[in-house]
């Protein structure tokens, strides 16, 4: 995967001075021993100095963590710790942070006279004093604990603390505004630069220009080659090929010239009415492979579609998706092949649908194809470059970040999975079940006004997703999840 950020978490420990400093340092030393027995080292730095009721020693902490290379801080309450130089240290560092606390200890260190912390307390007092200096942080759910709990919470946070980094190092470069009477995706820009997001918007007109300057462009017999080895017995249209490289290179440079300061880099991209007969062909495989390559490109323009998608990318480490939340499932089908061998009524099961832009590891099978849809009012041969197949059963997370029309921030999220049952239909595309997706769809979808298109995450990221939305100042209640059975949304009629 390319255009993700590498984390490494410093490690500050800190300790009240009427407390024995060696407790929080050796507490310190443990974690550390116990993150490196479980996982990579490389995640994280051991500061040093331990931040003694001190501002002085708090600069000295931030700048050996800036030293280090750390782009993440953990601060370590190795004991009730000084409230006012730990919560002073994240808000002068410039990344995201958590706080954990040490959990108590009998067995060493003086039990519980001489080697009791009171880190338990002291979360409190940092927790209040972060409120105080409008400092976000991550704190976990149960956020003290033993070394091996504490190495665990860090663990959780390194996800969380790639995305919130890498959206304030990201830029959103997008093509054209929104299709003709498809106002779906529309929505202020405003939020992103609110998340510290840059946004680069052109017209397709710019982006026509730089294809055609790329028409004997020497690298694409190689892209080519590349495509017929991914391709290989689904290459049912080998014609377009040559097109769809000479559009892939176009993107990938226009990428390079048009980054500037920042480090990564997602595309909103328009796909029609005019994409087809212009550029001769339609783009949706093309995505699919810089999204594979970790550079996701939303379609029709959808640039919180691209948004969530990157998010998704850098949460799971992995290659996302984006989809309509598309058609409901035949009873037929449902009968036959889901009623009695999943737990799932037909009204938690629908169809995630697009026209060919899932990467090909994602689809059980892929064949290279026309854009069915576009072919009924276009001639075939500029429909050509959809990626269709069934997407690969298993685990999954659907969700979205979304601006309101008034420029709030909304989202949803919602665990399920891809059933292994053939879709019987085409694009990319498969059965997903959510529980309780019928109230979910009318609750949540409909009701917080969510356009179709939801991004896919393959495995189950609901708890690092929903904590990375709350770090990043989503309201709580705006973030919309498929409640159980039997606990109503706001809106829902309790009579029903």
């Known amino acids: 995967m390319e255009n993700m950020p590498k984390m490494k978490i410093g490690i500050v420990a800190v300790s009240r001075d009427c407390f024995p400093e060696s407790l929080s340092v050796t507490r310190r030393e443990n ?56 919560t002073l240290l994240a808000k002068h560092f410039d990344g995201p942070k958590m706080f954990v606390a040490a959990a108590e200890e009998t067995s060493a260190n003086g039990g519980l ?9 002291g979360m409190l007092n940092a927790s209040y004093n972060l409120k105080l200096r409008n400092v976000k942080a991550y704190i976990p759910e149960y956020p003290v604990g033993t070394a091996e709990e504490c190495a665990d919470m860090i663990h959780e946070f390194l996800p969380i603390a790639k995305a919130v980094y890498a959206l304030n190092n990201l830029k959103i470069i997008s093509f054209g505004p929104r299709p003709l009477n498809f106002l779906a995706c529309n929505a202020p820009i405003q939020q992103l630069y609110n998340l510290g997001v840059e946004i680069e918007e052109n017209s397709e007109l710019d982006l026509f220009e730089a294809f055609n300057k790329h028409a004997d462009d020497p690298r694409i017999p190689d892209v080519v080659k590349d495509m017929e080895e991914e391709l290989g017995a689904g290459n049912k249209k080998p014609e377009i090929l040559n097109k769809l490289a000479q559009y892939e290179i176009t993107l990938l440079d226009w990428i390079e010239e048009h980054r500037g300061y920042r480090k990564f880099v997602a595309l909103a991209g328009k796909c029609w009415p005019a994409f087809q007969t212009q550029f001769g062909c339609v783009p949706c495989y093309v995505n699919s492979r810089l999204t594979k390559r970790g550079i996701p490109v939303s379609c029709e323009v959808d640039i919180y579609g691209a948004l969530s998608e990157f998010i998704g990318t850098v949460v799971s480490n992995d290659t996302v998706t984006l989809l309509d939340i598309n058609n409901t499932v035949p009873a037929d089908i449902y009968n036959e092949e889901i009623k009695g061998k999943f737990d799932y009524t037909q009204k938690d099961t629908f169809m995630g649908f697009h026209c060919g832009n899932t990467a090909s590891t994602k689809l059980s099978f892929c064949e290279m194809k026309n854009q069915m849809i576009m072919a009924r009012s276009l001639p075939v041969e500029v429909t050509n470059g959809t990626l269709e197949g069934d997407i690969v059963p298993g685990d999954i997370t659907f969700f979205r970040l979304q601006s309101t029309a008034d420029a709030k921030l909304r989202a949803y999220i919602a665990n399920g999975e891809v059933l292994p049952v053939a879709t019987r239909s085409f694009g990319a595309i498969g059965i997903f ?22 991004a896919v995450a393959f495995g189950h990221f609901g708890k690092q997703l929903y904590e990375v939305f709350k770090y990043i100042g989503v ?4 973030i919309g999840y498929n409640q159980p059975k039997g606990v109503l ?6 009579f029903s």
Do not use: W
Request: aromatic share 10%; hydrophobic share 35%; charged share 25%.
């Open 31 to 86: 974690l550390v021993k116990a993150y490196a027995a479980k996982y990579d080292a490389e995640d994280i730095y051991e500061c040093p100095i331990c931040i003694v009721e001190s501002e002085i020693h708090m600069v000295q902490a931030l700048e050996d963590i800036k030293k280090a290379g750390c782009n993440a801080l953990c601060v370590y309450l190795g004991n009730f710790g000084p409230e006012i130089a730990e």
């Open 475 to 478: 309201d709580v209640e705006e």
């Open 489 to 494: 949304y706001k809106t829902e009629n309790p």
């Open 433 to 454: 079940a959510i529980n309780e997706m019928g109230r979910f769809y009318r609750h949540v979808l409909i009701e917080k006004n969510f356009p179709h298109h939801g």
């Open 113 to 121: 006279i001489q080697g009791r912390g009171d880190a338990y307390c």
